[in-house]
């Protein structure tokens, strides 16, 4: 092999380099449906704290994923519509931010992996059969689970033996997004 003709080989595999790149690792599209308003304090952070934990994992957007974000401010018909929209996207996730975006997204799609945050009861509301084992294609995480509440007496009577009463208050619906700052 002459000289010339090995450099022009080199040099066109090392063109070539970047392109081979981007076609291992395709480009992901992620879809997010918020229960708040675009301007929403809370809104915001969820999103970012999102967006700065995929980046920590190696995902950036533009480089190799896509973030759809729909915001919903807490109207149900406005749910329904973003939800729909979402799912035509085709997108590889949806995260969804509460029960009511994640009631909407289960409406339109039951193939299309679904993350949940913050779901007040995700197997009373019928999003996943149980814990351990959710099925389907949504799971998540929720700030409170319903059965651990008969662990509490016993927990607090480990810690104050002396306690005598205990009276327990729980609102099972979820508090009106207005009312968060």
Do not use: C, H
């Not at 063109?15 to 301007?39: D, K, S």
């Not at 193939?111 to 059969?129: E, L």
Request: overall charge positive; cysteine-free.
């Amino acid at each position: 092999m002459r000289r010339r003709d090995f450099i022009a080989l080199a040099g066109g595999a090392a063109a070539g380099w970047p392109l081979t790149a981007r076609a291992q690792q395709p480009m992901r599209r992620i879809g997010v449906l918020m229960g708040y308003a675009e301007n929403d304090r809370e809104g915001q952070a969820f999103v970012a704290a999102f967006r700065e934990g995929l980046q920590k994992l190696g995902w950036a957007e533009g480089r190799n994923i896509r973030i759809d974000t729909r915001w919903a401010a807490a109207d149900v018909k406005t749910m329904q519509r973003f939800a729909k929209e979402l799912v035509a996207l085709q997108p590889d996730l949806i995260l969804t931010q509460n029960t009511p975006t994640t009631a909407a997204m289960l409406q339109q799609t039951r193939t299309i992996p679904i993350i949940f945050a913050n779901v007040a009861d995700p197997v009373g509301s019928g999003f996943v059969a149980n814990f351990p084992r959710p099925g389907g294609n949504a799971t998540g995480f929720t700030l409170y689970e319903p059965t651990m509440a008969g662990k509490w007496p016993g927990l607090l009577k480990e810690i104050a033996p002396r306690v005598a009463r205990v009276a327990f208050l729980f609102n099972p619906a979820p508090r009106p997004m207005s009312n968060i700052t």
